[in-house]
């Protein structure tokens, strides 16, 4: 998952140019029976707050022995958080972590100046047939933190605030919304919620952040007369007091944003910087291949193969 697709933006009209800034309608590709739409980075936007990529996963269904297999490959100056509805993946990265990322927990990976990691199905998870989907993001560090050593933070399910009543189910993944925060560690304003929404449910948005998006991930959603079906994102002027409202059938959609970056960013394969000459560093870096005494490890327990550099 490391090609940028050319998307389709489609910008509101009517009244709803006063409540909606632009509308991104990802483009899907299809893995082999995997299917990945990417909202960002798009033509119309290239960050929603600190957030720089945004891909929807599946959902999939794989047969028995089969399953996401990503290898070893590298990040630079981002955080990523993988998010999931159903499903598991297995997580390994170079600081030595081993982890299982399970449906409505938060698997928080700093890269910072520089960290490897794999996503893989494996084990006994994959002697029997089973699902995936959820949504995998990529948040942009300030440029205070890009240099910053690589962590690692897990917080599962009940340990994320989880905000109830009026037909909507809001549970906070990142950041600070609605009077609460969630626990792992970011390092800007932002906020990331998964929200669960009954027939007809009122949702308004958090109006203390600058930059704010909604994706509709399953059903549809109205904001200002208009509707908006699943797989599309939202993004709504600063200062705008804004709600959306789900149609007959409920609603779920992911709320994002923050603080706008301090400046634009550079996004090469897996590598966001915010000048050109550290990507650059970071690519010999990643080509050079020096596992024991280079910038970059491979993973303990995952250390037999690696996704090589793109030619350009």
Aim: with cysteine; proline share 8%.
């Amino acid at each position: 998952m490391s090609w940028n697709p050319a998307l389709d933006p489609d910008c509101p009209i009517g009244d709803a140019v006063d409540a909606i800034e632009t509308v991104i309608v990802p483009r899907a590709r299809d893995l082999g029976g995997f299917e990945v739409r990417r909202a960002l980075p798009a033509p119309a936007r290239q960050m929603v707050g600190p957030f720089i990529f945004f891909d929807q996963m599946g959902p999939a269904e794989f047969l028995t022995g089969k399953g996401i297999d990503v290898r070893p490959h590298p990040h630079i100056g981002l955080a990523t958080v993988t998010y999931l509805y159903k499903g598991k993946i297995h997580h390994r990265d170079s600081l030595g972590t081993d982890q299982w990322i399970e449906p409505g927990a938060v698997n928080w990976m700093v890269a910072g100046h520089g960290i490897t990691h794999s996503e893989r199905a494996d084990g006994d998870y994959i002697k029997q047939p089973h699902n995936l989907f959820g949504l995998q993001t990529w948040v942009a560090l300030p440029q205070q933190y890009e240099d910053e050593a690589a962590a690692f933070e897990h917080a599962p399910k009940d340990r994320l605030p989880l905000l109830e009543g009026e037909g909507k189910e809001v549970r906070l993944i990142l950041g600070t919304a609605y009077g609460e925060e969630a626990p792992v560690k970011v390092y800007s304003e932002t906020f990331y919620a998964d929200a669960l929404l009954e027939a007809y449910a009122h949702l308004p948005m958090p109006d203390d952040h600058e930059d704010r998006g909604l994706y509709v991930v399953a059903g549809d959603v109205s904001v200002s007369g208009q509707t908006f079906e699943a797989g599309q994102m939202l993004v709504f002027r600063p200062g705008d007091r804004i709600s959306a409202q789900a149609g007959e059938q409920g609603a779920r959609v992911m709320l994002l944003g923050g603080a706008t970056m301090d400046g634009p960013r550079h996004i090469w394969w897996n590598f966001v910087a915010s000048s050109k000459d550290r990507i650059d560093a970071a690519k010999e870096a990643w080509r050079a291949g020096d596992w024991a005494h280079g910038r970059f490890k491979l993973p303990p327990g995952d250390a037999e193969e690696f996704i090589p550099a793109p030619d350009r």
